[in-house]
């Protein structure tokens, strides 16, 4: 009985390390991260970490792409003559509007929500 | 500037090398609050129209930026 539930822990214990790191994947790719739930679409057109763990490569790829995407937003308010944070909003809206259901995407509340 | 951006890009790309050789796994801390992204903007009929044009290109010349399909239709 004792033995039985140790176990139990112990199997709950792995299950849990093994969700919160993930499988390593030599390269992250963006749709792979986000169909598996660990990122999801802002409405500032960034992505964020909706786990609260996520692989280093993952972490590093997410903070790639936001720091190109900033870039080519700058360079859309530039071109247009608009503020950043329009650019952002009109590109936070079609990136959530384009998110397949089952991904998760970031509501004005700054919550989750699993589309 | 596209010269800088990649300048930019291969430099964080190596710091992130880096960091990433010595941690494994980087956790996260879930804050206590959740995080307020105030995207409450008023935005012209006009100005969107013209915003979106210029995210056509965008997103379909980087389709592994924006993770969309090639075809970019993300309207």
Partial sequence: MMMKRIFA???LVAMTLGAGIGPTMAQADLTAAKSQGLVGERPDGL????????PADVRAMVERINAERKAQYQEVAQRTGQKLAQVQAVAGDRLVQATPSGQF???AAGRWVKK | MKQRTLQQGAGLGLMLAAVAACSPTVKVQAPDKPIEINM???IEQEVRVK????LDDVFARNPELFGIPADGSTK
Avoid: K, P, S
């Fill in chain 2, 40 to 42: 409450n903007i008023r």
């Fill in chain 1, 105 to 107: 995407v970031m509501n």
């Fill in chain 2, 51 to 54: 915003i979106d044009r210029e």
């Fill in chain 1, 47 to 54: 992505v964020g970490f909706v786990a609260d763990q996520v």
């Fill in chain 1, 9 to 11: 822990i112990l199997a």
